[in-house]
């Protein structure tokens, strides 16, 4: 008898792992929350696009269609794209939509054993444990709750989602004494173009945040605004931005950042003293909320501005999103793995028929 997969997520990762476990004889079956495939794409502004020149993000199988002349598609696109390919391999009839699963349990062997265990599984075959995985999925907009058994789980549920990362304040300084509004890039995104665009319409705006959501929020803001009513960027760290097309003996810069070597760029837990005084050097601002806005401290002097809308494109908890999907709390600390590891999340989770797709390059 065929052994029954549960993929959570329809999205990038969600369909690979989809199309890949048909071919391997499998039957999986993929939970979706939403009403389409795509997973961030999805929830897109408008004015977004690639930041990796489309070479560089397509399927090994299914390049871009010839009418894709763009280096780099927007959002439509690509959402056009990853549709095509649901199509071209079938993959549709396998989605059950709408289905957010709520909580994901294990009926087999005991903690106490799998703990023991130095082998994936226990015994180093993919479905070598003698249990079963229990999902329990909700479908959205109704209150039924339904339990599915599958011998595998593939997690696709992705970090740039889900949960958001909110800035903490001292007392007083925090989000609850602006008189304006204040939201996260996660809710703006989700938001129909028209109505994002009324929303930011002559606003006075700050966007916390330098990452990719913030510079693309950042642009809709001025277009929308011009001079009128600027918009700030607010960042901790300092970020120097690359331009592209850069090649350094005719290779691209893009590879020296797709690449492991790149980690050690990367801020990490139990960072050096050193790589501490750096980043403290490096970012000196600090900020607060007040009534009229957000208060900017830089250099031992303090600017207030004034504003109505304050967008934190302050990122996401991708870990904590991955614990809240496990109702066993042996499971939660599995999936966070060791505090001290450098990539604590899929290098330290090997032992048990979970698996977790992380980041992919190049699809």
């Not at 991955?322 to 599995?334: D, E, M, P, V, Y």
């Amino acid at each position: 008898m065929e052994k029954q997969v549960a993929i959570i997520g329809a999205g990038l990762s969600g369909l690979l792992a989809c199309k890949y476990t048909v071919e391997k004889g499998f039957r999986p079956i993929v939970f979706e929350a939403e009403g389409k495939i795509g997973g961030v794409w999805t929830k897109t502004i408008e004015s977004t696009k690639l930041q990796n020149t489309k070479e560089f993000y397509q399927f090994f199988d299914f390049p871009w269609p010839p009418s894709v002349k763009e280096l780099y598609p927007n959002s439509t696109q690509v959402k056009d794209y990853i549709e095509s390919y649901a199509l071209h391999f079938a993959l549709l009839p396998y989605v059950k939509f709408n289905s957010k699963v709520m909580g994901i349990d294990y009926d087999g062997e005991s903690d106490t054993e799998m703990e023991s265990w130095e082998l994936w599984g226990g015994t180093g075959k993919t479905f070598g444990s003698r249990g079963k995985w229990r999902i329990i999925v909700q479908e959205v907009g109704k209150l039924s709750i339904q339990e599915y058994e599958v011998e595998f789980v593939i997690l696709c549920i992705g970090q740039f989602s889900g949960v958001p990362n909110i800035p903490e304040f001292n007392p007083n300084h925090g989000l609850e004494v602006f008189k304006g509004n204040v939201m996260h890039s996660m809710d703006y995104s989700a938001m129909e173009n028209s109505k994002a665009a009324e929303l930011i319409k002559g606003k006075r705006i700050a966007i916390i945040g330098s990452q990719k959501s913030a510079v693309d929020i950042a642009a809709e803001c001025a277009n929308a605004n011009g001079i009128d009513y600027p918009c700030t960027m607010i960042q901790r760290t300092v970020h120097w931005m690359i331009p592209a097309g850069i090649n350094i003996w005719g290779v691209s810069i893009g590879y020296l950042y797709f690449n492991r070597f790149s980690e050690l760029l990367v801020h990490k837990p139990d960072e050096t003293f050193l790589h501490s005084i750096l980043a403290t050097l490096l970012s000196p601002l600090s900020f607060r909320f007040c009534r009229e806005g957000l208060v900017i401290d830089e250099n031992r002097q303090s600017e207030t501005l004034k504003l109505d809308l304050v967008i934190l494109a302050t990122g996401y908890k991708g870990d904590e999103k991955l614990k809240r999907i496990f109702l066993s709390r042996t499971f939660q600390n599995c999936i966070m793995g060791s505090q001290t590891s450098t990539v604590p999340l899929y290098r330290s989770f090997h032992k048990l028929e979970v698996l977790v797709l992380v980041t992919i390059h190049k699809l």
